[in-house]
């Protein structure tokens, strides 16, 4: 009874060519692995995920919500045709991307989340996304929204993407935009690099073991934590709040 | 004029801060008035830009003496542009200068990430001439990008030159913990790889995204005193020993050379007068690099070197930290921030903690004589300071 009630929940995925990987430099000068995750590996990506539910600033908790829920969805078997890149620099997880793929030629863009900030990191990820959707599995065009007004200048402004406004996005059904194969190949050369194939031992280092971030975004530090208090003029506080974040003792 | 001494320094992470702009300037405040050791003040003097336009709240300078029970202490907020923190410090010095006042605390603070960054871009663009600039759509990196491609004809400033600025500031900040960039960056990957484009493309041509400072929150604050005052607190003694500040042009076009910041030359010449001092003579310096050229066009107006050379010391490494003379050790405005307001006091508060030796890792060795240029409208409105540690 269970494995036939197994078989009715768990959708089947439709053959989806694997994305080929690739590298890019960034401006820190590291090198970076973009590069599909099996779904074995995603347990991997979870923990790390995770603490960013609690990150309220850029709305990442709002998107590491739903991120978990996707990758557990995919990881569970219960999210149809759901692919999943990650951006790794030097086995550290540096960004996640997901989609899927809602027939052979629409694409369906999920989340966008980057670890390391300041680098352009998140940009580099969702173009490699749309390279997926539009070069890879040859989608006519892929449905977007934005939860965060930095996904709003990153997709909305940058790619111009089109109105799709009669179509429910999937994430909370507000209205879509659309990247369309037109205008992907008008931002191709400003906005979509990376460089193939990528040298053995940058691929041997990502495909390895998936590493944790080294910077991820953490809750906002107080800096007037010491004015708050109103009874710490010293402002130990502040100190105290930065070597805990900075993961240092705490002597003070 | 009595001599006027920086005894107590206060600043806040350069970031984006989710309080009240009063709060940001009364925390910097805070810790100055801590490190001089003092509880009561003559005079309040807040340094901001934007606050009415952009955080709704006026009268600054009541609600910070008010937030650190200051009362019944003068108090009053000075807006002049970027050019606010300078000119809040020479109020300051002129009120203890003169003998008015014996204690002064002078804050800058300023809290632009509570609006998007296109918001913000047109609140300082409101700096420029109504009529002659601002309608026409001129913002800060338009002008800047003018007066870098004028620059680049005449003396031979390129893109690797301004990259370079770029690099050297925002790597600083990396040793400095109030700074807001924390992230290393490379010529390699803002400027030679396939992908630096797309890393860092052009905002405003030739100027690119590495080019500009972060739009920044953050406040800022000095203690000034009579040198009575100084030898009663028992702080390092820091003295402000030149105050320099003048003005040129509205409207940029109606200068006769636009690459010639004639309000920089004579608010550094006034200052250098003042102290008795040459350009030659400073150990560290703060230059304001709102965008990389800046620092590159003031190090040569303030005569650290000759006109069209500063690009040709910075290949040297002689503005980099162990330099001939290390510009923007701290990062700048490129690498800690520019929260507008703030910025003048926070260069100050970097040169102060250079001359007490207390800069870490980003310690010019033996510093003693510093100087600060705080960059108002597009060069029209500039204070200049030199500092001296006495020991």
């Known amino acids: ?252 | 004029m009595r001599d006027v001494y920086v005894a107590g320094i206060g600043i806040t992470t350069f970031t984006r801060l989710e309080y009240p702009l009063s709060e940001i300037a009364s925390y910097a405040s805070m810790m100055a008035l801590k490190d001089a050791g003092v509880t009561e003040v003559d005079q309040v003097y807040v340094a901001n830009m934007g606050a009415a336009r952009v955080n709704h709240q006026t009268a600054l300078a009541s609600a910070v003496v008010d937030s650190l029970s200051l009362t019944p202490a003068g108090a009053a907020a000075i807006e002049n542009g970027p050019a606010s923190g300078g000119s809040a410090i020479k109020a300051g010095f002129q009120a203890v200068a003169s003998g008015m006042d014996d204690v002064v605390l002078v804050a800058g603070a300023e809290r632009m990430r509570e609006v998007n960054n296109l918001e913000a871009t047109d609140f300082v663009a409101t700096l420029t001439h109504p009529i002659a600039e601002y309608i026409y759509g001129v913002t800060l990196p338009a002008h800047a990008a003018m007066f870098t491609r004028l620059y680049m004809d005449k003396y031979g400033v390129t893109e690797r030159h301004l990259a370079m600025v770029g690099v050297k500031n925002q790597n600083a900040a990396l040793n400095n913990v109030w700074a807001h960039l924390q992230q290393e960056i490379t010529l390699e990957g803002i400027l030679d790889s396939p992908e630096a484009m797309t890393n860092n493309p052009y905002v405003a041509e030739p100027l690119r995204f590495f080019d500009a400072c972060p739009v920044s929150d953050g406040g800022a604050a000095l203690v000034l005193v009579s040198e009575e005052k100084a030898k009663e607190l028992g702080r390092p003694l820091i003295r402000i020993t030149g105050v320099g500040q003048a003005t040129d042009t509205h409207a940029v076009h109606e200068r006769s050379e636009p690459t010639d910041l004639m309000a920089v030359r004579k608010a550094a010449g006034d200052a250098f007068a003042m102290a008795g001092l040459t350009p030659q003579d400073v150990d560290v310096a703060e230059l304001h690099d709102a965008f990389t050229i800046l620092e590159i066009a003031e190090s040569e107006e303030v005569g650290f070197f000759p006109k069209g050379e500063g690009h040709i010391a910075l290949e040297k490494g002689e503005t980099a930290l162990g330099g001939k003379i290390p510009i923007n050790v701290g990062g700048g405005l490129k690498g800690r921030g520019h929260p507008v307001g703030a910025t003048g006091i926070a260069q100050a508060w970097e040169i102060v903690t250079q001359l007490r030796g207390d800069g870490g890792a980003r310690q010019v060795q033996d510093a003693k004589i510093g100087f600060t240029c705080n960059f108002g409208g597009f060069g029209n409105n500039v204070v200049c300071l030199t500092f001296e540690r006495e020991d």
Request: proline share 8%; no cysteine; charged share 25%.
């Open chain 1, 1 to 252: 009874m269970s494995v036939d009630l197994e078989k009715i929940l768990r959708p089947v995925d439709s053959p989806m060519v694997p994305y080929e990987p690739k590298y890019m430099l960034l401006a820190s000068g590291e090198a970076a692995v973009v590069r599909q995750v099996d779904r074995d590996e995603i347990p991997d990506l979870l923990k790390y995920v995770e603490p960013l539910l609690h990150v309220e600033r850029d709305y990442y908790d709002v998107v590491a919500a739903r991120v978990y829920a996707e990758l557990l969805g995919h990881y569970r078997h219960r999210f149809q045709d759901q692919y999943v890149l990650a951006v790794q620099i030097d086995g550290e997880l540096a960004a996640i991307v997901n989609g899927r793929q809602v027939s052979p030629k629409l694409g369906l863009s999920l989340h966008t989340l980057a670890f390391r900030r300041g680098l352009r990191v998140g940009a580099h990820a969702f173009a490699a996304k749309m390279e997926y959707h539009i070069d890879a599995l040859g989608h006519d065009e892929v449905l977007i929204v934005a939860e965060s007004p930095i996904g709003f200048r990153r997709w909305m402004i940058e790619y111009k993407l089109e109105k799709r406004f009669d179509i429910p996005h999937e994430l909370g059904g507000v209205p879509s935009w659309a990247l369309t194969r037109e205008l992907f190949n008008r931002a191709r050369s400003s906005l979509v690099v990376g460089r193939r194939p990528v040298p053995p031992e940058l691929l041997d280092r990502a495909m390895e073991a998936i590493l944790p971030p080294s910077d991820p975004p953490t809750p906002a530090l107080d800096p007037l934590a010491a004015t708050r208090s109103m009874y710490d003029p010293t402002a130990t506080a502040l100190v105290i709040q930065r070597w805990e974040m900075e993961g240092r003792p705490n002597d003070a």
